[in-house]
């Protein structure tokens, strides 16, 4: 990495106080170059928020109540009375929330309170797609042909379309991050999707302002990070692709762009992108950091369109940091004081390669499915801990083992993960020499990541950045959703299996009463030792048995603890030996080969089976090489339930049964016990994330439910079943319409709001 164009560290602070009016890793991210500079930071936080990173690592915490958004983060005037009380001076916004929203600008404007941030007319303009398009062109910005007024009704945008041109995109004017988007290949199609766009829009935006934009074919999403001051000095540094995107966010983001990279003019191209972003922040007289995001053609790579600009940091603004050297929230808050930005456009350099990943709490193989839960493993930097009371490190700095890989992350042990708030829980971020040593660092970095208690995409991250396109280099915007059926996601095996198993015999060895041949845990018996047997639940509601003889066989230097013989459902036998067991982690050797997990169990309940312990089911998270899982140890009661309803199921014999796709809370329910449903009728629905999730009947039939309005609920939990009556065309299809069910409840997913914590 470069050396950071950093201003003389014995400077004066800008700021005595500065209040960071965000959560998550851009607080934490924030608060860390406060106290680089000697300002005391103080944060805000949601009643969901009180254990947060960010609260622990400020100066000063402020709770604002409320765990909804527009209770907590989005009040103004709760963040106004804030730093009234803290003797804040200035506010950093961070993304997402108020950081774009131009009455709180002119709410801290009124108080006396700095905005970290761009003025009000960058604001006001550049929040309007509409307007911003109009308004850059008239600098010589170039835009996607189309039409962008207000008030335009439908007779008018069905009359303009031919002019632009097949196919097109209808956009909503107070859109972001890809909601709302409708394509539309022929003219007949154009009045009906005008009526769902407007729907939309009024619905998530509360504006139905739409406008049209050719589809540009094959599109890559370049932007480029600018700086200016408030003394006319604007200085771009450089571009940074996010192309990859699923749902219309990024998921992984680079610098520069592998695609002008590829080009013998790039350089060119590069300087041309940069002038006409820098010509976009001096149209509105800006000041500050900000991003413009231009859509290129992997077909005519020398042309560029302005989208729109980003009146804030961006959550990928790291990877410009690691091949420039400049922090640039730095600058964010110097030249909000009123410094002037020192460095010139000829300082800027670009050094090596950076590539970022963005870890969410999210199951991919589910069409990226929410997941909530409990931190109760977390290695992010290469050393297992735990939530048994090890402190992780809480600290400000970074920094890994790796001197060339960066982990902004909000996690920490026994943090609950919600679903109230944007699911993106860290950022991993590489930077090598070259673009295939930074995606090698990051694959490494990826592979030591490890988060048990939720689920996470990393073992995603580390398939797509290992994908032959994106290792060449050929992305647009749709690579992620034309991958996403090929990739080989992982799944527990009998290795996975063993390790659970191992552990919780060594539990029970540990609890066993010296001396007590008829409570050892491999069941000892005269005439030689059966099988201790535990069962386990994997995701799905299978089970599957494992059974553990422990072995009195002779090693080098005498017996050896923990060697046992083990089998998997009745199959082949495995020699195993446990080289290693803590509370975070177990190290096995199995038939000669070695393997390590990092464990995570729910705090509070002891194993199953032991005197006292918890009855029913334990959890079980583990994991290793970025990938993770959830397993189940099963007392004898709820093995036989599953066993007996999974022959049922197979035989045809069993209600169909309609399982929750994700943990979330069940926030209505249409129907009630004994009602008659009909096949596609809606029984309730699931809230996780932001996003309502519609569960609807399979079969026709009687519903029974077994949750109720409020609940929390589990992946895979059972809600309701539905009697058949015998005789029915439905009654012989049960099995195969209860799997389908979940997968059809999974595609009926529907936003309920704009997400104001979202960033693209």
Not at 243 to 248: D, E, I, K, N
Not at 375 to 404: C, K, M, Q, W
């Amino acid at each position: 990495m470069t050396s950071t164009n950093r201003i003389s560290e014995a400077a004066a602070p800008p700021f005595d106080t500065v209040l960071v009016a965000n959560r998550g890793e851009i607080a934490c991210r924030v608060i860390r170059t406060l106290r680089s500079l000697g300002i005391r930071s103080v944060a805000i936080y949601s009643d969901a928020d009180a254990s947060a990173k960010h609260v622990a690592l400020a100066d000063l915490a402020v709770g604002i109540g409320g765990t909804a958004p527009s209770e907590s983060y989005l009040r103004i005037d709760a963040i106004i009375e804030a730093c009234r009380r803290t003797g804040a001076q200035a506010v950093h916004p961070g993304y997402g929330f108020l950081a774009e929203n131009v009455e709180f600008a002119k709410a801290l404007d009124a108080a006396g309170i700095t905005f970290i941030g761009p003025g009000i007319e960058a604001i006001d303009v550049m929040g309007d797609k509409i307007r911003s398009k109009n308004h850059v062109m008239d600098f010589g910005v170039p835009c996607v042909p189309g039409i962008a007024e207000p008030g335009l009704s439908d007779e008018q945008l069905i009359a303009a379309a031919p002019g632009v041109g097949f196919p097109l995109l209808i956009k909503p004017s107070a859109g972001g991050g890809g909601k709302g988007m409708h394509i539309v290949e022929r003219l007949d199609d154009m009045a009906a999707t005008l009526l769902t766009a407007r729907r939309v829009a009024a619905s998530a935006f509360g504006d139905d302002t739409l406008f049209l934009e050719r589809l540009v074919q094959a599109p890559r999403h370049i932007e480029v990070q600018v700086l200016a001051d408030n003394h006319g000095n604007v200085v771009h540094f450089g571009e940074r692709e996010c192309s990859l995107q699923r749902r219309h966010q990024k998921v992984i983001e680079e610098a520069p762009s592998p695609l002008l990279e590829s080009l013998n003019d790039g350089g060119a191209t590069r300087a041309r992108i940069g002038e006409a972003a820098c010509n976009a922040a001096r149209s509105v007289h800006y000041s500050g950091a900000g991003t413009v995001e231009f859509l290129v053609s992997d077909n005519a790579p020398d042309e560029f369109f302005f989208m729109e600009m980003n009146t804030r940091l961006q959550v990928e603004h790291p990877v410009t940091e690691m091949v420039t050297g400049v922090d640039l929230v730095e600058w964010q808050v110097r030249i909000a004081a009123g410094e002037v930005l020192t460095v010139a456009q000829s300082d800027v350099v670009l050094t090596g390669h950076a590539v970022e990943a963005r870890v969410y709490a999210e199951v991919p193989e589910r069409n990226f499915m929410p997941s909530i839960g409990q931190v109760l493993a977390l290695d992010e930097r290469g050393t297992i801990f735990d939530a048994s009371g090890v402190d992780y490190n809480d600290g400000l700095d970074p920094a890994t083992a790796d001197p060339d890989v960066r982990i902004d992350s909000a996690m920490r042990p026994r943090l609950e993960v919600t679903g109230d708030y944007d699911p993106m829980l860290a950022k991993v971020i590489a930077w090598g020499p070259d673009r295939k040593a930074a995606l090698d660092k990051l694959d490494s970095a990826l592979g030591r990541y490890t988060l048990l208690g939720l689920d996470t995409n990393v073992e995603y991250l580390r398939l797509l950045i290992n994908d032959g396109d994106v290792r060449a280099g050929h992305l647009d915007t749709g690579l992620i959703d034309r991958k996403l059926p090929e990739l080989q996601f992982r799944h527990a095996g009998d290795a996975e299996l063993i390790a659970v198993a191992m552990t919780a015999w060594l539990d029970r060895e540990g609890s066993t009463l010296a001396g007590d041949a008829w409570r050892t845990p491999d069941a000892w018996r005269v005439g030689g030792r059966a099988p201790w047997t535990v069962s386990l639940g994997l995701p799905g509601g299978t089970v599957s048995t494992v059974s553990v003889v422990g072995q009195d066989g002779l090693q080098r230097g005498g017996p050896r603890p923990g060697h046992a013989m083990v089998r998997v459902d009745g199959g082949a036998e495995h020699r195993v030996l446990v080289l290693g067991r803590s509370a975070s982690s177990v190290d096995l050797e199995i038939d000669g080969g070695r393997v390590r997990f990092a464990l995570g169990g729910t705090p509070g309940r002891a194993s199953v089976g032991t005197p006292g312990g918890h009855r029913g089911v334990r959890e079980v998270f583990l994991g290793n090489d970025g990938w993770s899982c959830r397993l189940e140890v099963l007392d004898r009661e709820v093995r036989l339930h599953r066993v007996l309803a999974g022959i049922q199921r197979e035989e045809g014999a069993a209600d169909p049964e309609v399982r929750s796709p994700m943990p979330g809370t069940v926030v209505s329910v249409s129907v009630a016990n004994g009602d008659a449903v009909e096949a596609g009728q809606v029984l309730l629905a699931v809230e996780a994330m932001k996003m309502e999730h519609q569960l609807v009947a399979s079969v026709s039939g009687t519903v029974h439910l077994t949750i109720k309005t409020g609940d929390l609920v589990k992946a895979d939990q059972v809600l309701a079943t539905i009697h058949v009556p015998e005789g029915t065309p439905d009654s012989a299809a049960n099995a195969s319409e209860t799997a389908a069910n979940t997968s059809a409840a999974a595609n009926t997913s529907a936003s309920i709001g704009a997400e104001n914590d979202k960033e693209v």
